[in-house]
Nanobody, 116 residues
Framework: QVRLVESGGGLVQPGGSLTLSCAAS????????MNWYRQPPGQERQLVAS????????FYADAVKGRFTISRDASKNTLTLQMDSILPEDTAVYYC?????????WGQGTQVTVSS
């Protein structure tokens, strides 16, 4: 099995920065990539950013492009989302996701609240 545990969420002011981390454990086999999703209050879960297993292909949703940075440390098996120039609409529960052949894994989520 694969276990994903998010951390780093909390209260942040507009214009501030926050770093989310996802620690992965267990054997994944030949997996494809990892993603950050978020679910704002009253809305459906949406894709924020993606990174391939080789870290050569990266995707950002238009809403976060230029403000967020996704990265992965292969040696430590951790996924990171660096959030800069944070906006009130970034308020959401953020989820780590890993995609393997025929299976997808999810963390429990970490709350990010943007308020002045």
């Amino acid at each position: 099995q694969v276990r994903l545990v998010e951390s780093g969420g909390g209260l942040v002011q507009p214009g501030g920065s926050l770093t989310l981390s996802c620690a992965a454990s267990g054997k994944t086999g030949n997996w494809h990539g990892m993603n950050w999703y978020r679910q704002p209050p009253g809305q459906e879960r949406q894709l924020v950013a993606s990174i391939s297993a080789t870290r050569t292909d990266i995707f950002y949703a238009d809403a976060v492009k230029g403000r967020f940075t996704i990265s992965r440390d292969a040696s430590k098996n951790t996924l990171t989302l660096q959030m800069d120039s944070i906006l009130p609409e970034d308020t959401a529960v953020y989820y780590c996701n890993l995609v393997a052949p025929g299976r997808s894994y999810w963390g429990q989520g970490t709350q990010v609240t943007v308020s002045s």
